[in-house]
């Protein structure tokens, strides 16, 4: 069958919430049929949008604008592929299925996802994988994954899970770790994992294991096992050399029973 595919018919001014794409539909017809708030008034879906297809299950969205929020918001079972920049809340509270963004996205994207899996191939705001902006609970579990940089206070109250971040993290990320694994290629901001409880990070960034004891030089075979699993995920290698692997363990606060590998330059 062929991938629903939507297309804006003219420039927009206003946001419009996109969740409408999360429901279950029967057929095509009953998607372009949905009732969408546009400014101050109702449309529907095919008087805003270019429908054509018939796979409902799987939906690519051309020439994506920051208007457009809301994409993939408690998304189940469905496949969302997204051309353009979005707005806010790219893949809140997901609960399933795949989401991929060949853009960029404002604030609170992936914020607590319980499922399913997201691809950001762009830049991404703050909050990311944080705390929704209605809640208290960040990733509950999933998987994200974010080519370029994302912004403040992102992946608080991580549950379980897994991130990949290639670019750089802003300040107040990772605070109120629960637990799940993070890999993050580029520099860290300020105030990191602050409030940790359990959880991995892979990173590059000297500064994170300074409250930490270096462990020995054990060989890690679990790491080149997860990092393979990772790299057919994504497509890619993410780190080139599992021997240059330092792990790190027992933060100075008692209550931290996290742990750091640090990947040496």
Do not use: W
Request: proline share 0%.
């Amino acid at each position: 069958m062929n991938p629903v595919i939507l297309k804006l018919k003219k420039k927009i001014k206003y946001r419009i919430d996109m969740s409408f794409l999360s429901n279950s539909y029967k057929d095509v017809s009953r998607l372009s049929s949905q009732i969408i708030f546009y400014g101050n008034k109702q449309f529907k879906a095919k008087e805003l949008f270019n429908i054509k297809g018939s796979d409902i299950k799987n939906i690519i969205i051309q020439s994506s604008v920051d208007l457009m929020d809301n994409i993939g918001k408690e998304l189940n079972n469905i496949n969302i592929t997204v051309h353009g920049n979005v707005g806010y809340s790219f893949g809140e509270q997901m609960l399933s299925g795949k989401l991929i963004l060949y853009g960029n996205a404002l604030d609170y994207a992936a914020s607590g996802i319980k499922g399913g899996s997201i691809f950001i191939y762009g830049n991404s705001g703050d909050y990311t994988g944080g705390k929704t902006n209605h809640g208290n609970v960040g990733i509950v579990d999933g998987f994200l994954y974010v080519k370029g940089n994302v912004g403040n206070n992102s992946i608080e109250r991580m549950r379980r899970g897994n991130v990949i971040i290639e670019g750089n993290i802003g300040d107040y990320a990772c605070n109120d770790m629960l637990s799940g694994t993070i890999i993050i290629k580029g520099k860290i901001g300020k105030i990191f994992a602050e409030g940790m409880k359990r959880g991995t990070i892979f990173t590059k960034d000297k500064k994170v294991v300074k409250e930490y004891t270096r462990s020995n030089d054990a060989e890690y075979n679990f790491t080149k096992f997860y990092f393979k699993e990772i790299s057919n995920v994504i497509s890619k290698k993410i780190f080139l050399e599992n021997k240059n692997l330092t792990r790190y363990y027992g933060n100075t606060n008692s209550s931290n029973l996290s742990e750091v590998f640090l990947f040496k330059l």
